[in-house]
């Protein structure tokens, strides 16, 4: 729990800082000097760390009795969050925030179901998330395409489902023949690459930034799977 509140305090601290450079005014209202001091002792409390004491600001630091100065305040809260980030915040944790909340704008529920756990709480083996996303994708153009009662799968099944001619197609994703011939040749490039790599090795290597971005592209294509129309 108090990981958690430095993290927010931080996050708090991250927000007011900004706030203040940002803002024309060259004096920072006394309530927003009292918020700022508040979280100073909040972390003196939970750290028992004296050095926040030491950048509380101080009736001494005003200008008057409503004024500090906005050169006081950022020069008394520039030190701490160097030092909090430093001292006190796991830098992996704050990624893998940053990854939950790029991860949460993923649509596809059967994609976050089986991807989420990896990317959000797993430490290592990233190809897990690309060897789930491509069976996801994988499963969603075989059902597409009404396939599923058949044994074939992996490029094969792409083959089949999603032809580079029109004519020959059974999910058709344009009129125009270039296009469908670029579709074709983008998922079984996908599958081809991704899919079979993972699924019949442990040798990929990726982090897990490598794999968020991966499950968002496979997120975009199973829309465009979605939209494909039916033909055969």
């Known amino acids: 729990m108090e990981k958690r509140d430095i993290q927010r305090i931080y996050s708090l601290l991250k927000g007011t800082f900004k706030a203040a450079k940002e803002q024309d005014n060259k004096y920072i209202y006394?309530?927003?000097v009292e918020m700022y001091n508040?979280?100073?002792d909040k972390l003196d409390e939970i750290t028992h760390d004296d050095y926040f004491s030491m950048?509380?600001?101080e009736h001494d630091d005003y200008t008057d009795n409503n004024y500090c100065s906005k050169y006081t305040f950022l020069i008394k809260i520039m030190p701490i969050m160097e030092y909090l980030n430093d001292t006190y915040i796991d830098d992996t944790e704050e990624k893998i925030q940053k990854i939950g909340a790029l991860y949460n704008a993923i649509e596809d529920t059967e994609l976050q179901k089986r991807c989420g756990d990896i990317l959000l709480e797993a430490s290592g083996a990233f190809d897990r998330v690309f060897n789930q996303a491509t069976q996801v994708l994988e499963d969603r153009i075989k059902k597409k395409a009404n396939l599923a009662d058949t044994t074939i799968f992996g490029l094969p099944l792409i083959s089949?489902?999603?032809?580079?001619?029109?004519?020959?197609t059974i999910l058709k994703f344009s009129d125009i023949p270039d296009i469908q011939e670029h579709y074709s040749s983008l998922f079984k490039?996908?599958?081809g690459v991704y899919r079979n790599?993972?699924?019949h090795g442990l040798d990929y290597k990726c982090s897990r930034e490598d794999a968020l971005k991966f499950?968002?592209?496979i997120d975009l294509l199973l829309k465009d799977v979605e939209s494909a129309?039916?033909?055969a």
């Open 30 to 32: 006394s309530n927003d």
């Open 38 to 40: 508040g979280l100073i």
């Open 55 to 57: 950048y509380r600001i």
């Open 160 to 168: 089949k489902a999603i032809h580079s001619k029109i004519e020959n």
């Open 189 to 191: 490039g996908i599958i």
């Open 197 to 199: 790599t993972t699924h």
């Open 215 to 217: 499950c968002a592209y």
């Open 229 to 231: 129309v039916v033909v």
